[in-house]
T-cell receptor, first 108, second 114 residues
Framework: LAKTTQPISMDSYEGQEVNITCSHN???????ITWYQQFPSQGPRFIIQ???TKVTNEVASLFIPADRKSSTLSLPRVSLSDTAVYYC?????????FGAGTRLTVKP | EADIYQTPRYLVIGTGKKITLECSQT?????MYWYQQDPGMELHLIHY???????EKGDLSSESTVSRIRTEHFPLTLESARPSHTSQYLC?????????????FGSGTRLTVV
């Protein structure tokens, strides 16, 4: 099970691009990198998943360097409603554990 | 579009009562999980199941018990509730496939024991 390290908290302003980096030095060959978003009083919600290089969907982009020892979640032009906790998970589907996550606060 | 349902959404009960938190899913997923989360704190895995008749304890010691008699149903029971059980309880399923894997969470049950 690859251990992940991500910042405890980040602040941003509306309209800015936010990049949250996750370190996972002992990622295994079969591991995927997945990011979840959690609002207060709700369960985490799947945002994006990738294995290598870059993945983009309607919500975010995920950048993964060639060595896969880190990944960066990029949220373009954040709004107040993007204030949430963001979790980075690395595993092959049997990880189950979410860690502390990064608390993103978007300010007006 | 929720495919995993938790009831009740909120529950306030007295100390010593027996309660069951319901979790049902319509996706046919084998793996299911229960997490406990206090406000602003981490998610803690308390129980999981790999399928019918399979139940395992998670990382956080919990006085709750679970059962998995049917694939779609994974209830959590507290035989005698205490104020220390006050928390949010989140149920989830997981899927795996050729494109990766993921977790789907229910909306949670916020339990208050008075």
């Amino acid at each position: 099970l690859a251990k992940t390290t991500q910042p405890i908290s980040m602040d941003s302003y509306e309209g800015q691009e936010v990049n949250i980096t996750c370190s996972h030095n002992n990622i295994a060959t079969n591991d995927y990198i997945t990011w979840y978003q959690q609002f207060p009083s709700q369960g985490p919600r799947f945002i994006i998943q990738g294995y290598k290089t870059k993945v983009t969907n309607e919500v975010a982009s995920l950048f993964i360097p060639a060595d896969r020892k880190s990944s960066t979640l990029s949220l373009p032009r954040v709004s107040l409603s993007d204030t949430a906790v963001y979790y980075c998970l690395v595993g092959d589907g049997d990880d189950m554990r979410f860690g502390a996550g990064t608390r993103l606060t978007v300010k007006p | 579009e929720a495919d995993i349902y938790q009831t009740p959404r909120y529950l306030v009960i007295g100390t010593g009562k027996k309660i069951t938190l319901e979790c049902s899913q319509t996706m046919g997923h084998d793996k299911m999980y229960w997490y406990q989360q206090d406000p602003g704190m981490e998610l803690h895995l308390i129980h999981y199941s790999y399928g019918v008749n399979s139940t395992e304890k998670g990382d956080l010691s919990s006085e709750s018990t679970v059962s998995r008699i049917r694939t779609e149903h994974f209830p959590l029971t507290l035989e005698s509730a205490r104020p220390s059980h006050t928390s949010q309880y989140l149920c989830a399923t997981s899927w795996t496939g050729s494109r990766g894997y993921g977790y789907t969470f229910g909306s949670g049950t916020r339990l208050t024991v008075v």
